[in-house]
């Protein structure tokens, strides 16, 4: 009997390393592999590597050394006129959120399925849904400009997952949240989960992940110090899964 071989990494570095001029290591030598499905957290303290992490993944950064591979691309190969392929697959919710301040709040949300061409109906109704479970659904027709830190940031989440993405890549995601709010952002999150989205979440809230059983990676100065797994004990992450 032929024994069936697992399928690959959706994610996958190796040895990638990321140097700024004149003389910056900001990541070096990092590796790890997270499979399709998987909820992996990624912890360390500010100026740990965390966010240029990210926008290596995303390909908002090249990496200096090391081999990247993301949703079946491989980054140091993808060239500026194809990576728009890549980002129909994967979501990022930034940290300082980019949001088009001279726009409604529906309109930042549909424009990310406004550019793939999605039905104008399909739009609407699935604005209106985010907006619902985000507890945003009085702000619709407001200018993201006039809304609290905490709104915009959820408005940069609605954005990100609008299009259902393979992966979704989430930058201190619940960082101006209360703790409503934060239920409601990782309820979405563990929803998309289930239907086979992939998620990276750097994060400082430990309330996340703790007692959740999934994989935490810590980062400190640049280098990947542990990629293992949550104590599986009863805390909030498992009560928000639940």
Do not use: W
């Not at 399709?36 to 990496?63: D, F, H, N, P, Q």
Request: proline share 4%.
């Amino acid at each position: 009997m032929v024994q069936e071989l697992p399928p690959p990494p959706i994610i996958e570095l190796i040895k990638v390393s990321k140097f700024y001029p004149p003389d910056v290591e900001a990541l070096s030598d990092i590796s790890f592999a997270i499979s399709k499905g998987e909820i992996v957290y990624l912890t360390g303290m500010s100026g740990a590597g965390k966010t240029t992490l990210m926008r290596l993944v995303s390909r908002m950064e090249k990496e200096s050394k090391g081999m990247l591979d993301v949703a079946g691309f491989d980054l140091s190969k993808l060239n500026h006129r194809n990576i728009h392929l890549l980002r129909r697959k994967v979501g990022v919710a930034y940290q300082d959120f980019k949001l088009l301040t001279d726009r409604t709040v529906a309109d930042n949300i549909a424009i990310s399925m406004e550019v793939v061409y999605e039905k104008k109906s399909v739009i609407e109704e699935r604005v209106k849904n985010l907006l619902e479970q985000l507890n945003l659904s009085k702000k619709y027709d407001t200018l993201t400009e006039e809304l609290s830190r905490g709104e915009q940031q959820r408005v940069s989440i609605a954005r990100a997952v609008a299009n259902n993405p393979e992966i979704l890549l989430a930058d201190e995601p619940t960082g101006n949240l209360d703790a409503e709010n934060t239920a409601r952002v990782m309820s979405l999150f563990y929803q998309l989960n289930r239907q086979g989205c992939t998620l990276l979440i750097a994060t400082h809230d430990k309330s996340l992940y703790r007692g959740g059983g999934r994989r935490v990676m810590e980062l400190r100065g640049g280098r990947l110090l542990s990629a293992g797994a949550a104590p599986a004990e009863h805390g909030a992450a498992a009560a928000m899964e639940a």
